[in-house]
C-alpha cells in the first residue's frame, strides 16, 4: 500500500509548473461516470492550469484500476468505492491514506460540494492544508440524513478558508450560504471555448440523417431533479421533435411516460463527438430542471458556446446567469408544462430569433464564461488563501 501511494506522488508531480499544487477532491470523475460536476472539475482545472496551477483530481470508482491516470486536465488519483448511500460514494481506510499522502504535497486542497464523505476526507485526512470548496448545490432530497449530517457539515464549512458560489442567485438563496457571509465568494464555471472539439462532419450527417435537424435537445444525467418528465409532456402537447442525450436512474420511467410518442428519442450516454455534433442539428437546447439540485446547467454553457438558444426556468439558481431571459434565451415557471410548451412553439416558430439569440449566447459565454476569465478568478483566489496562512504551508 505504501508503494502505491509514493508511485502515485512520483507521478502526479512529475510534472513542472510554476504555480500552486492544487488537489481537488470529489466522489468520483470521468471516465468511470460522467455528469455536471465532473466536467466543472475539468473545465476548472483547465482554466487554472492556464495560470500554472498543478492540479491533481482525488476520487472514488468501483473500479479504481489503473489507480492513477495521466489527463488533459492534471493527474487523477483514485481509490475504490466501497459503497454508496443516498447518492454518497464511501471509500475504505485506504482512502484516507492515499489522501493524506497526497495532501502533503499539495498546496491548496480544493473540495467540491456536496459530498459527506469527502467532508471527512478533508478534515481527517488533509487538516493542514489550506482548504477551499466549491459550492455546486444545496443537499435537497436527503433531508432526514442532512440532520444527522449537520455537525460534521458545520464543522467541515469552518475549516474552509474560503466558500465558492457558482452564481449570485444561488448565494443570496442558499440559506447554508447565506450563514457563512463574508468567507463566501461568486465565481463562474467555465468552459474552454479554445479546447471545444472541431466539427465532425460525419458524425453531424449521420445523426442528421437519422433525426433531421431542428429539433429541442437536453444534454445531462437522468435526475429526479431534472424536470424531464415536464419535457416529456410538452413534447406529446407539441408534437415537436426532443432529444435526450444521456443516461441516468430516471431513464427507464422516462421511457414508459414516453410510449408510443414517436417525436421523443432516447440516446443514452453520447462521447463528445456526438454531443457537440447533435449541439450543432438542435433548435434549442432545452434544461427543464424543477429544484435547486440544478445549480448551474454546464451543458448550457456548451449550447452557449456553440451558438444555440437556451429554454430554461427559473429555480433561483445559475441557469438563469447562464440564459438571460430574452437575450440569449427563454425562461419559463419550473413544472409549468405549458409554458414549457409555449417556450418551444415561440422558438420553433421564430427561427431568426433563434439565430439572433444563439449569437448572444455565444458573446455572453465568452464574456462572462471563459477559461481566461474563470481561471483568474480562482488563480487570484488561491494566491489569496496561501497568503493569508504561513510561509510553511507551501513548503
Request: overall charge positive; some cysteine; proline content about 5%.
Amino acid at each position: 500500500m505504501a508503494r502505491e501511494v509514493e508511485g502515485a506522488e512520483a507521478f502526479v508531480h512529475s510534472v513542472v509548473h510554476t504555480g500552486p499544487r492544487v488537489l481537488h477532491i470529489y466522489r468520483t470523475y470521468f471516465p468511470e461516470t460522467q455528469g455536471g460536476v465532473q466536467e466543472a472539475v475539468r473545465q476548472l482545472c483547465l482554466a487554472t492550469a492556464d495560470h500554472g496551477c498543478r492540479n491533481t483530481i482525488y476520487s472514488l470508482a468501483k473500479n479504481a484500476l489503473p489507480q492513477v491516470m495521466r489527463l488533459p486536465e492534471g493527474v487523477l488519483v483514485r481509490s475504490r468505492s466501497v459503497f454508496e448511500v443516498a447518492s454518497c460514494d464511501f471509500g475504505s481506510p485506504l482512502s484516507f491514506v492515499r489522501l493524506r499522502a497526497l495532501a502533503k504535497r499539495a498546496d491548496i486542497i480544493h473540495c467540491h460540494y456536496p459530498w459527506p464523505f469527502g467532508d471527512l476526507l478533508a478534515l481527517l485526512g488533509a487538516s493542514r492544508t489550506p482548504m477551499i470548496v466549491t459550492y455546486h448545490s444545496d443537499i435537497v432530497r436527503q433531508r432526514l440524513l442532512g440532520k444527522v449530517y449537520k455537525p460534521l457539515q458545520d464543522q467541515f464549512f469552518r475549516r474552509a478558508a474560503a466558500v465558492v458560489a457558482t452564481s449570485d442567485a444561488y448565494k443570496s438563496s442558499s440559506c447554508l450560504l447565506q450563514s457563512m457571509g463574508e468567507k463566501v465568494t461568486t465565481i463562474p464555471l467555465a468552459l474552454d471555448c479554445r479546447k471545444l472539439p472541431t466539427p465532425n462532419i460525419e458524425r453531424e450527417a449521420s445523426w442528421r440523417a437519422q433525426l433531421g435537424q431542428g429539433f429541442f435537445l437536453f444534454v445531462g444525467v437522468l435526475r429526479y431533479y431534472k424536470g424531464l418528465h415536464f419535457l416529456v409532456e410538452a413534447a406529446r402537447r407539441t408534437g415537436l421533435p426532443v432529444v435526450i442525450v444521456g443516461d441516468g436512474p430516471e431513464r427507464e420511467r422516462l421511457q414508459s411516460q414516453a410510449a408510443g410518442l414517436c417525436n421523443v428519442h432516447f440516446l443514452g450516454y453520447r462521447d463528445d463527438a456526438d454531443k457537440f455534433a447533435l449541439i450543432r442539428l438542435a433548435r434549442a437546447m432545452v434544461f427543464p430542471s424543477h429544484l435547486r439540485a440544478e445549480a448551474f446547467g454546464v451543458s448550457l454553457l456548451e449550447a452557449s458556446a456553440m451558438g444555440r438558444p437556451m429554454i430554461t426556468t427559473d429555480i433561483g439558481t445559475g441557469t438563469s446567469l447562464v440564459n438571460a431571459h430574452g437575450e440569449t434565451g427563454l425562461v419559463v415557471p419550473p413544472g409549468d408544462i405549458e409554458a414549457l410548451a409555449a417556450a418551444m412553439r415561440h422558438l420553433e416558430d421564430n427561427p431568426l430569433l433563434c439565430d439572433r439569440m444563439g449569437e448572444a449566447a455565444g458573446k455572453r459565454c465568452r464574456r462572462l464564461f471563459s477559461a481566461d476569465v474563470v481561471g483568474a478568478a480562482y488563480s487570484k483566489l488561491y494566491d489569496r488563501v496561501l497568503g493569508e496562512h504561513l510561509p510553511s504551508s507551501r513548503s
